[in-house]
């Protein structure tokens, strides 16, 4: 079974959605070593076959490491490896041997511990109970998800497609960024490094108002944007899709506003003001993002199926003391401290509201 990370209660929904919507894809990197991938990797002409699955495939006993004076089978590498989800698996594609190392040496620890016995003893007992009720909370969540995908109706995606035009609008656009130094953070080397966010606002604004008088964009860009990747292509911010979930809300709506070949006032994103121009407006065709738009609605009703279930448990607290952390004496409790022995009780040992 997958192993996945979670803690509970406050992760469980997203990683219960993220695990169903994972186990309903193909890692990109099982795509690579599949059996039709193969024939290009294969052992014709004197090239080996790569990647763990298809090593394991050809070979499940070649000997592909070792650790501590045992070597370790492709079979056996590739076994550990499963335990990682899909996610787990790309984040750590280019350093398997490590995570082999680490999987190997974390079930030898455990067998060790198991060989003393102490899984019966706390807290190791009751964090081990906990853990698994995590992992079953969550294989429970994720089959609910799936059930209430196979039991709804289907959102249509292109129903989504017609009513929310604008999140499908594709937009390219030229930028340029006048940074400045939030007070009280370390001064960045360059000219911004001491700009004030006034000094940059006042910069911005004098910007503008060359574009306004007719400078060419792209010939101020490389001059007076802070930032020197997108001034050396003259701008050039790429292609984005209006909705992008990532894109801040100000500089959605300034651009939403524009028409090809105008430029917007300074707009402030994060420790910058930026400039932003329309080059070019565009309509993403409904056949170009009918998947994802049914991948995102799936997830959404997986979401309130799950959001549902655990709506049922939302807690009541009747004694807030219970609750309390805080390790203090409540307000005028007399401290029970004690003098050392032979020590008179001084200022700091004295009841409170003693004289």
């Not at 699955?53 to 590498?77: F, M």
């Not at 004694?319 to 200022?347: H, K």
Request: net charge positive; charged share 20%; glycine share 6%.
């Amino acid at each position: 079974m997958k192993r996945c990370i979670l803690i509970f209660p406050v992760t469980l929904l997203c990683a219960a959605v993220a695990c169903a919507q994972a186990n309903s894809s193909t890692h990109p990197a099982a795509q690579s070593n599949s059996p039709a991938g193969q024939s290009s990797s294969s052992t014709t002409g004197g090239l080996k076959v790569r990647g763990p699955e298809a090593v394991a495939q050809q070979d499940p006993n070649r000997v592909v490491a070792t650790i501590d004076g045992k070597q370790i089978t492709a079979k056996q590498a590739l076994d550990m490896l499963k335990a990682l989800t899909p996610e787990q698996r790309q984040q750590v594609e280019n350093r398997l041997p490590d995570v082999v190392q680490q999987i190997y040496m974390t079930d030898q620890f455990a067998g060790a511990a198991v060989k003393q016995n102490l899984e019966k003893e706390s807290p190791w007992k009751e964090q081990l109970e906990f853990m698994r009720n995590q992992i079953l909370a969550r294989a429970y969540l994720t089959n609910l998800a799936k059930t209430s995908a196979n039991s709804a109706p289907a959102p249509d995606p292109k129903q989504y497609y017609d009513s929310h035009p604008k999140e499908f609008d594709q937009v390219k656009l030229s930028g340029i960024f006048v940074s400045f130094t939030p007070p009280g953070t370390p001064a960045s080397a360059g000219a911004a490094g001491a700009r004030t966010e006034q000094a940059a606002r006042d910069k911005a604004n004098d910007i503008g108002k060359k574009l306004k008088a007719g400078t060419d964009f792209a010939t101020l860009a490389r001059t007076e944007s802070d930032n020197q990747q997108v001034a050396a292509k003259g701008g050039d911010l790429g292609t984005y899709t209006m909705g992008d979930p990532s894109m801040p809300a100000d500089l959605r709506a300034a651009i939403e506003k524009l028409q090809p070949g105008q430029i917007s006032e300074p707009i402030q994103v994060g420790n910058s003001f930026l400039i932003v121009k329309l080059d070019s407006r565009s309509h993403v065709p409904f056949e170009s993002v009918k998947a994802s738009i049914t991948q995102r609605l799936d997830g959404e009703r997986n979401q309130e199926a799950v959001k549902q279930e655990m709506a049922k448990y939302k807690i009541q607290v009747t004694d807030p003391a219970f609750f309390n952390a805080s390790s203090s004496p409540a307000p005028n409790a007399p401290s029970l401290q004690r003098p050392a022995t032979g020590q008179p009780a001084g200022p700091a040992n004295k009841p409170q509201g003693q004289r």
